[in-house]
């Protein structure tokens, strides 16, 4: 019974991760807070919280299967476009798995401070709030905004790579980090959505199986099974709603997520 109750909690935990991974508010922050309320206890390593996002990528791959094919076929030509976009993609990710694999260590260890996650919820979101605000006030920008997912800079996919860097500290959003990032940097709202999708394929499977390969030695067959029906719903989870979070969030302010983000926040604040 108490093994069926952790699948269960696990297959909770994977509805959370479907709908939160693909909006600015971190996903990971709330698998922890989530988790910790209904008393899931975690894989060894937290492999638990950072392998089910796999679950999720699933169905951005599904979703961008035609970008995805268009730039396999256009590599496979040796096409310039494309073997130059692969590059810009390529110097987006690099910078993750280079200070992934330095510090993944220390990151981890900051999964277990909830006033770290609260805090960076909270500053994430004023964040957000200053960036839209910005926008909104500097209408010129949108005329420097790029109508092609295939024309980005070096210099745009390089802020967005940092971005993504940051995004690794708890609490912070990998989605909203690139896309933030990407908008600071001169991309519309809708490409740079689209765009950091595209390198969250390389970067959150390479990250899910470099984890799982380093802890395999120390899960258990309940891990193992709790890991698989995460992913599983994550998945599913996902795959019914990315088309329509990806729709909302090309078009519409980040303000009601920061919202979102600042009152949860508070909320971790006061309770952990």
Same mark, same amino acid.
């Given at each position: 019974?108490?093994?069926?109750?952790?699948?269960?909690?696990?297959?909770?935990?994977?509805?959370?991760?479907?709908?939160?991974?693909?909006?600015?508010?971190?996903?990971?922050?709330?698998?922890?807070?989530?988790?910790?309320?209904?008393?899931?206890?975690? #894989?060894?390593?937290? $492999?638990?919280?950072?392998?089910?996002?796999?679950?999720?990528?699933?169905?951005?791959?599904?979703?961008?299967?035609?970008?995805?094919?268009?730039?396999?076929?256009?590599?496979?030509?040796?096409?310039?476009?494309?073997?130059?976009?692969?590059?810009?993609?390529?110097?987006? $990710?690099?910078?993750?798995?280079?200070?992934?694999?330095?510090?993944?260590?220390?990151?981890?260890?900051?999964?277990?401070?909830?006033?770290?996650?609260?805090?960076?919820?909270?500053?994430?979101?004023?964040?957000?709030?200053? $960036?839209?605000?910005?926008?909104?006030?500097?209408?010129?920008?949108?005329?420097?905004?790029?109508?092609?997912?295939?024309?980005?800079?070096?210099?745009?996919?390089?802020?967005?790579?940092?971005?993504?860097?940051?995004?690794?500290?708890?609490?912070?959003?990998?989605?909203?980090?690139?896309?933030?990032?990407?908008?600071?940097?001169?991309?519309?709202?809708?490409?740079?959505?689209?765009?950091?999708?595209?390198?969250?394929?390389?970067?959150?499977?390479?990250?899910?199986?470099?984890?799982?390969?380093?802890?395999?030695?120390?899960?258990?067959?309940?891990?193992?099974?709790?890991?698989?029906?995460?992913?599983?719903?994550?998945?599913?989870?996902?795959?019914?709603?990315?088309?329509?979070?990806?729709?909302?969030?090309?078009?519409?302010?980040?303000?009601?997520?920061?919202?979102?983000?600042?009152?949860?926040?508070?909320?971790?604040?006061?309770? #952990?």
């Amino acid at each position: 019974m108490d093994q069926f109750l952790v699948l269960i909690k696990a297959c909770f935990l994977g509805i959370v991760e479907g709908l939160t991974e693909f909006i600015p508010v971190s996903s990971t922050a709330h698998l922890i807070f989530i988790g910790k309320l209904i008393n899931f206890n975690s #894989c060894n390593g937290m $492999v638990f919280e950072v392998f089910i996002q796999v679950g999720a990528i699933f169905s951005a791959i599904f979703l961008f299967r035609y970008y995805i094919f268009d730039i396999l076929l256009g590599v496979l030509r040796l096409d310039v476009r494309y073997l130059l976009f692969l590059a810009k993609v390529i110097f987006s $990710v690099m910078p993750s798995i280079i200070v992934g694999a330095i510090f993944i260590r220390y990151i981890k260890k900051l999964f277990l401070c909830p006033s770290l996650i609260a805090i960076s919820l909270i500053i994430g979101g004023l964040i957000i709030i200053a $960036v839209e605000n910005r926008r909104n006030i500097n209408s010129k920008e949108k005329s420097c905004c790029y109508s092609d997912l295939y024309n980005i800079s070096i210099k745009q996919s390089l802020c967005v790579g940092f971005a993504q860097c940051i995004s690794m500290i708890p609490g912070v959003s990998r989605f909203g980090a690139t896309v933030i990032g990407g908008m600071l940097s001169g991309l519309s709202r809708s490409i740079a959505t689209r765009y950091s999708f595209i390198i969250a394929i390389p970067t959150m499977l390479g990250a899910s199986l470099y984890d799982l390969w380093f802890n395999i030695n120390n899960l258990s067959y309940i891990d193992f099974s709790s890991i698989f029906i995460g992913s599983i719903s994550a998945f599913i989870s996902a795959f019914f709603l990315v088309k329509y979070i990806v729709r909302f969030v090309e078009t519409n302010s980040y303000i009601v997520f920061a919202l979102y983000r600042i009152m949860v926040g508070i909320l971790i604040l006061f309770i #952990c």
